[in-house]
């Protein structure tokens, strides 16, 4: 016989007055969460109660029903009411939607509580964001969905730039194949095909992670904090049409702008506009450049002007200041510190008085007629001009012909192109690009894994960068510079074959390096070297020979070693250069016996190319080597076991992963390292850089980012896992 089937029977709805209504003790939920009562309470009054009550009636001792009902499911919902009542925008007995359980029924009141909250489905995101485009295209503005929604309008903005990624991403997020955070980085760039193309080309990758996403969408873009965007000004680019890639889910430096062509146009037309308002002043050359390379003004002379008086305005500003500066000091004399506030005003009114008393300096008209200026950028974006120099062909002349063709000067000089010259104005612009070697990106095909050879221009610029540290430390090192000069003088008299070769120029000739990184002008080393040249050109009477030397006389012996020093570290040449086996230029064996002498003045001054600030990056080295160069630096900083980690990624994610993990480790390629350090190494079996075992690979490796995700957290994890 066939068993019948149960009919559901639905409990009857009914609206009861509030008063009527308790609270069960039946409830579950003891604990708030999500939305507050009082949001849900505004949300109540302004579109009304969008989900009945459930209700059991209250029986009295007897069984009988005693007219009450209790909620043992909608308690938030009835709370939220009870606001509503107390602050007299909903009547007592207004009739509330019920669901009424029958009293008897065999499923408990805390049954109803537990299943209403456990069986109801949470919104995805992505149909929230929908739903927010909805109100939107339906006439809602962001603050309207704000308010309706108790967010922000910055949230409901970021909701809808999610719900505007590509509807082909939007499907993989539904299907759980994306997750939120990769969504978000997709929003930076609202190009749906390009947004498709990053995913279709990370996909399969390792590394998909957001910052990874938002690289490549941002890849042909340049940064708002670049230089050359400041200088510009964003406001500007904008108005000349250039556009703007924001990212609403992290700070972003003010976003990217996107046509970075129309920003080099801006820059060069703004330099240039610069530049001509600086040739009204009579200035024979100006040249203009966005990067000028370490030693730009080497071979030319520097006038020596007079700093501009203050005006009776500026005069009045800088005592004002002065006067603030010292009464703050007076005040808050003999405490340890100075509150945040006080010691944040002084540093406001220190920049102030450094502004006004940076003085321009006035030159002589006749000097002016016969020198020119250097037209840049700062670092930080602002105008940087540099007036005052002489180039040496522009030097008055009493007894050279003219016609001669005489040369001006001996030994190297800076080749800067002057431009064309109309009406005294310079418009020759040159605006180079730094930091790119040729042939030094090698292609993954052409890549067969074989050690090569580091590229020559590479060695030229490391080498830039040893010279200038070994510059460096001479100057500050008088018995080293002096047993130095010695070596040379000595080698000079007493050997009758030539001295070439010699890592010292002691003629001396300040030895320009024609190769170098974009870097190195703004390196450690660099501005150690300026400084100590900025504090001796200070008190050095030049352009007067009787009162320099009568200057110099009257050193103290510790005095004129730290001078001697000083300049003779401009002669220090430990460049690598090429061999030119015709006789111009040095030969092999001249190079050989340079780069062994400097080693002996690397070890005499104790140098340390760390210390020297050179890092191995992208840019300075990694991307210019082929990837078993790369290979070979993570191997010898960090161990075998983390090289065999990157020995699958194609070069420019090997390059930026190893940059990564060698950074603060301490290494260095051959050509920056010191030999006898080196030596040491392998005598005491550490080798070139002291690899880290296999053995504790685990515990000592710091592990790419893709990996390290997936790593047990405490010991016993770890060694369950091997």
Partial sequence: MAKSTQK???????????????????????????ISVEELAEDIARRGLLQSLSVRPVLADDGSETGKFEIPAGGRRFQALSILVKQKRLAKT????????????????????????????????LDQFRAFVALREKGQDDEEIAAAFFVTPQVVKQRLKLAAVAPALLDLYAEDQMTLEQLMAFTVNPDHERQVQVWDAIKSSWNKEPY?????????????SDRRAVFVGVDAYEAAGGTMLHDLFQG?????????????????????????????????????????????????RRLSGDPAPMTDDEGAAHAKLLAEYRALEEQYEGQDEFPEEIDARLGELEVAMEKLEARPLIFDDEEIAR???????????????????????????????????????????VELSAGSNVDGIGHGTVITSAGQALGANVPDDDDDGALKPLPERLVMELTAHRTLALREAVGRSPDVALTLLLLKLVSDTFRTFSSAGSCLEASVRHVYMS????????????????????????DLPLGDDAALWDYLTSLDQGSRLSLLA??????????????????????????????????????????????????????????????????????????EGTAQLLDHLKKGEMATEAERLLKGSGWLPEVLRRHDLAALDEAEGRGASAPVSDAGQTEDVDLPAFLTADLPGDDASMMAAE
């Fill in 94 to 125: 207004t009739p509330i939607p019920c669901i009424v359980r029958d009293a008897t029924s065999a499923i408990l009141a805390e049954d109803d509580s537990l299943a209403e909250n456990m069986q109801r489905a949470a919104l995805h995101p």
């Fill in 212 to 224: 990874q996403i938002r690289r490549m969408l941002t890849e042909t873009s340049v940064r708002a």
């Fill in 566 to 639: 000083h300049c003779l570290s401009f002669g220090i040449n430990a460049l690598h250069e090429k061999v030119n086996p015709y006789g111009a230029g040095i030969s092999a064996d001249g190079l050989t016996k340079r780069m062994t002498q400097s080693d002996l003045v690397a070890q005499a001054v104790e140098l340390d190319m760390v210390e020297a600030g050179w890092e191995p990056t992208v840019d300075t080295y990694l991307n210019r080597v082929p990837k078993a160069r790369i290979l070979e630096a993570v191997r010898e900083a960090k161990g």
């Fill in 515 to 538: 190769a170098q990184a974009s870097d190195l002008k703004d390196s450690v080393v660099a501005k150690l070297v300026d400084d100590r040249h900025a504090e001796w050109e200070a």
């Fill in 252 to 300: 972003d430096d003010g976003g990217w702008l996107e046509d970075p062509a129309l920003l080099d146009r801006m820059v060069s037309e703004k330099l240039q506009a610069e530049a001509e308002a600086i040739a009204t002043e009579g200035w024979k050359w100006i040249e203009v450049s966005l990067d000028l390379p370490y030693g730009y003004s080497h071979g030319l």
């Fill in 371 to 413: 020198a020119g200026a250097f037209v840049t950028l700062d670092r930080y974006g602002e105008l940087a001009v540099y007036r005052g120099f002489v180039r040496p062909e522009d030097e008055p002349r009493e007894d050279a012909d003219v016609h001669s063709g005489e040369q001006a000067a001996d030994g190297q000089g």
């Fill in 8 to 34: 559901v029977t639905l409990s009857p709805s009914r609206d009861i007055p509030f008063d009527k209504l308790v609270l069960s003790q039946s409830n579950v939920r003891r604990i708030k969460a999500g």
